[in-house]
Every structure is written in structure tokens, then in C-alpha cells.
């Protein structure tokens, strides 16, 4: 069936530091979105990208598909002690079904 | 107005003991999904309902996980005969329609611990 890869698991940065986390599906997609969830917190809604090499950006935020449509990237800027939480990409699958990435969770260091 | 609501916040079971799961979604919302997730890991698909409509349960682990939405609003997910394995927190999320790529609203999940 239909892999999503993310990568890092983990990242520490201090603040003020770049940060990216990258999305991998074994599979051409239709779209993908990203979603933030803080530390004790629910996953909320950050982007969706739908176009081939689409770039969104949100404030600090740099969003990234590629061009083949199998992979996403979420880059930030400058991170900030609010950046902190654990970041997923969404992908759609068969049926109705969403299959998130196992997240990667940014620490960051004041 | 109100987000996605669910009760309780955190159920504590005895191994063997049913449980049942509420989910609120936001007012008008067609579609609505339940999900588990394990510490550390990211939210996994378990079943969807448009409306009241049943769509896909292809992610429910066992016929031990039931879930129902019978008028096409608030939805319940009850789990029986529960295992240590199913502790996990699980989220409902909803969405206005299901076209290409809604977006989910997450309630703030229930906590299951398994004992």
C-alpha cells in the first residue's frame, strides 16, 4: 500500500535557526497538506498544495511540492520558541482515507 | 462559532471493559473521520462517515471497533472487550464537504488508557 516517509524524526534547533522537515509518498498525489500539533495539543491546519512544484509561503513559513508530486517540504525561517510542536504532512489515499507522516517534532532552544 | 468537541477527555478501562467515544463535529459539517494515535506517531486513519453514511472503514483494526454517525451529526466510537493496545489517544476530525483535500478540523481527542 501507500507509504508516507517523513524525515527528521526529531530536530533541535536554537532559536533563531532554520528548520525543515521533508515529505515522501510512495505514490503521485492529488494534493497534500501540513499540520502543526503542539505538545499536549490536537493537529491543526497549516497549507494544502495541490499544483506540481507549487510554493506557499506563511510569514516564516516556506511551503514546497515538487514537481513530480510525490514529495513536500515545509521550511522555517528564523525559528521561534512558538514553532515548537510536531509537524505532519497529509497525503490522500484510496478511498476516503488520509495517511499522515509520523511527524517530525521541532524542539527549540531559547 | 463552537470547534470540534469530544468527551470524555481522558477514559480510563480495565482490560475487557467497553468503551464508547463521542464526538461532536462543527455545526453543517458532511464529512467527519475518526483516527488513533499512538505516542509519538502520527494520527492513523481509522474509519468515515458523509452524513450518516459510512463510507470507508478500512482502518478499524478489529470488528472489535464499531463506530456510528446515525444522523449524520454526532458520531460515537465504541471499542469492546478492550485491549492494552488500544490505548491511544483518539481524534475526530470534521470537515465541511468531502471534495479534493477539505480541511480537517481536529477535536481535541480522547485519551484511553487500557489497563
Known amino acids: 500500500g501507500q507509504q508516507v516517509m517523513q524525515i527528521p524524526q526529531y530536530q533541535h534547533v536554537q532559536e533563531g535557526e532554520d528548520f525543515t522537515t521533508y515529505c515522501n509518498s510512495s505514490t503521485t498525489l492529488s494534493n497534500i497538506q501540513w499540520y502543526k500539533q503542539r505538545p499536549g495539543g490536537h493537529p491543526v491546519f497549516l497549507i494544502q498544495l495541490v499544483k506540481s512544484g507549487e510554493v506557499k509561503k506563511q510569514k516564516r513559513l516556506t511551503f514546497q511540492f515538487g514537481e513530480a508530486k510525490k514529495n513536500s517540504s515545509l521550511h522555517i525561517t528564523a525559528t521561534q520558541t512558538t514553532d515548537v510542536g510536531t509537524y505532519f504532512c497529509?497525503?490522500?489515499?484510496?478511498?476516503?482515507?488520509?495517511?499522515f507522516g509520523a511527524g517530525t517534532r521541532l524542539f527549540v532552544k531559547a | 462559532g463552537a470547534g470540534v468537541s469530544q468527551s470524555p477527555r481522558y477514559k480510563v478501562a480495565k482490560r475487557g471493559q467497553d468503551v464508547a467515544l463521542r464526538c461532536d463535529p462543527i455545526?453543517?459539517?458532511?464529512?467527519l473521520f475518526w483516527y488513533q494515535q499512538a505516542l509519538g506517531q502520527g494520527p492513523e486513519f481509522l474509519t468515515y462517515f458523509q452524513n450518516e453514511a459510512q463510507l470507508d472503514k478500512s482502518g478499524l483494526p478489529s470488528d472489535r471497533f464499531f463506530a456510528e454517525r446515525p444522523e449524520g451529526s454526532v458520531s460515537t466510537l465504541k471499542i469492546q472487550r478492550t485491549q492494552q493496545e488500544d490505548s491511544a489517544v483518539y481524534l475526530c476530525?470534521?470537515?465541511?464537504?468531502?471534495?479534493?483535500?477539505?480541511?480537517?478540523?481536529f477535536g481535541p481527542g480522547t485519551r484511553l488508557l487500557v489497563l
Open positions: 476530525a470534521s470537515s465541511l464537504a468531502r471534495q479534493e483535500a477539505e480541511t480537517q478540523y
Open positions: 455545526s453543517g459539517h458532511v464529512s
Open positions: 497529509a497525503c490522500p489515499s484510496a478511498g476516503f482515507k488520509t495517511i
